[in-house]
């Protein structure tokens, strides 16, 4: 490959319209609102499916396509303030996200974990959410390291229709 190149080269990615048109609005507390949301409103908050103490959205700026997070109804800061029923669906929810990408996007692997406190990188410090990012062989490439941007090959409406349809058999069965 030679440098300069002779032609510009063009990153063709439409679908970032929906970021474009979500940045400047104000988000406020998400995630309390989709816990006290509707069922019929699930799609909006971009919630994939429900339990009675934890629910599991698609993230609204996602590290890599069909990067969930499993979020406890209820709104608490800490692990250790969560009760044990909270606990048991929590991690049984992150068991089934998995799957469920490993379905729907053909996830190879996955980083799983927490961020608490705003010093560790939470974005919503009061109300714990734990993140099941799906990963595949490859997938840092030369421009997130050299380009500082990541490629997230798919829009956040079509994978949540498609994640929400592959989730139903998971979660009622």
Known sequence: MNFPKET???????????????????HGDFLLDAAQAGPGEDEKHLVLWRGRHCFVMM?????????LMVVPCRKVAAM????????????GFAVKA???????????????GFNIGAIAGAGKADHLHLHVVPRWSGDHNFMTVLGDTRVIPEGLQPLYHKLREAAVPKIDG
């Open 8 to 26: 510009v080269q063009a990153l063709w990615a439409p679908w970032r319209v929906e970021y474009f048109q979500k940045s400047s609005e104000d």
């Open 98 to 112: 998995q799957a469920v990408l490993r379905e729907v996007v053909k996830a190879q692997g996955f980083n799983v």
């Open 59 to 67: 993230n609204l700026y996602p590290y890599s396509a069909g990067h």
């Open 80 to 91: 250790e303030l969560l009760g044990p029923d909270e606990v048991v669906e929590l991690w």
